[in-house]
């Protein structure tokens, strides 16, 4: 079988032939699907690691581990397709830690997949049979992977070590592979949750998941922070990188009483805390150190129940890893072959759409096969699959002489999009307001108070899209819901380039509260007019803006 393997810390991965796994009693067979790349990866890779000097290689990396049974041993101790994650700490379970449940601390580790044992660059495995954790189907096999390590590990971090609960006040600091997920996790349990880093391409990705972060390096943000909590400092601080300069912002942010909780660590770095400081403002100071399998399996069903999204920043075949590498939000490897050429169309096309939809590729713009199938290291027939599947959302048109071209809207074209959507979401409007509960009207003024507040156009067109939708869930029509859902995405690029050119509109804020005083009031007539005249003001400067930009063009 294939592997990609250390063979020298100053050279990139290999691409190996290995010998295939045995299958021991009281294991299971594995065929990986995708495996995640984090920093710990990088590390191992370098050799920069308290183990390198006494590893052996070469070394297969990769502890992100995401895959499918197709066997076990007793036959059938896991049935056979079952898509798990990898917990890639496997103790002994006689140790005194094992023994009083601290498995993360065992003294006798049996293995470490891919760290000091084997791990996940590679097409097959063979893991215990009790590291395994059941992944629903509903949560796709990109998106699997970086649950068993960064969204495990903030999750102990956060909720378990750290004790962040309903209405306390968290700072994460720094957000990359699992500050970005601790951030959403201080969220999901209620926190007003603050996230810091000095990197903007790790910002900008946090801010898209609608987090309030801020520059660590930015000393009028961090006072505001503290500010906001009548000067006295926030109730959690969890450090995800544990450098002397982020140890010393946690120092700064922590409350008198608080906590500051170190997830993030280099052999080189030292805690050094005054000890007034540490004694008389009683300031707890822990470590945490991955995640138990309760954990995991706690923060994977906050994954499938929406309220933590896990963040893949590149996709990359197995053989794309020579140089292992960590930049901007989180690199994934995967094999094409075993993830299926449909799954590779949907995951392609997913980051077309996302593209397309924020503007980052621009109406107009040519997609050419090989460049995209290069880019994400597929062929070309996955790439035609997922071109095909935009054309049918309208947001690709396949021309004969041309290829593939991100769809660029004439002025009819916009007006023919919002008459549709007028009649549809007039209809679903009515059906949702018999069921219309008061936590969901709470929910849509809160969505439109944040409207209000925010002068970011991504920042607005989300709430934006959040408050509709959420207000036609109510009509308990799917197939309904569908429809305009495909329509709000086909119409979503020409609408970025729209309001990325001004500031929201003060006056869509208002038709949005009209919508919702009427849905409130039980007025059926009162709020399909409301979104009739909503859609139709939006239409009006829709295509006046694109008038303008045809008249300007040679």
Known sequence: MRAMAVVDYGKPLELMDLPEPELRPGFALLEVISCGVCF????????????SEDLRLPHIPGHEIYGRVIASDPEGAVAEGTRAVVYHYWPCGACSACR??????CRNMVGWAGFTHPGGFTERMAVPVGRLVPIPASIDPIHAAP??????????????RGGVGAGM???IVGLGGVGIHAAQ???AAGARTAGFDVHEPTLAAARDLELQVWRADDDAAIDAVIGGTNDEGVDVVVDTVGHDDTLDLARRLVRPG?????????????????????VLDEVDYVGSRYAHRDDLAKAVALVARGLVSTVV?????????????????????????????DTTAKVVAERLRDEIQHGTLAPGTRLRQNDVAERFGVSTTPVREAFAQLQAEGLVRIDPHRGAVVFHPSVDDVLEFYEIREALESVAVAHAIPNLRKDVARD??????RMRRTEDARKWLKLNDQFHLRLYEGAARPRLSGLIDSLRDASAPYIHMFVASRPPSERANEQHQEILDACVRGDAAGAKRAIREHLRSAARDLAAFLAAQESSTP
Do not use: N
């Not at 370098?46 to 183990?51: D, H, I, L, S, V």
């Not at 009083?100 to 601390?105: P, S």
């Not at 649950?147 to 378990?160: E, F, H, P």
């Open 444 to 449: 849509l003024g809160a969505l439109i108070e």
């Open 313 to 341: 920043g590149m996709i990359r075949p197995l053989e794309g890893v020579k140089a292992v590498r960590y930049r901007e939000r989180r690199l994934m490897a995967y094999r094409q072959d075993a993830l299926g050429r």
């Open 258 to 278: 608080g906590r500051v909780v170190v997830v993030g660590y280099t052999p080189t770095s030292a805690l050094s805390v005054p000890t007034p400081r540490l």
């Open 147 to 160: 649950m068993s390590c960064a969204l495990g590990t903030a999750y102990r971090s956060v909720v378990t």
């Open 100 to 105: 009083r449940g601290d498995e993360t601390l």
């Open 169 to 171: 006040t968290a700072a």
């Open 185 to 187: 996790m201080g969220r």
């Open 40 to 51: 710990s990866d990088v590390k191992t890779s370098r050799g920069r690691m308290p183990f």
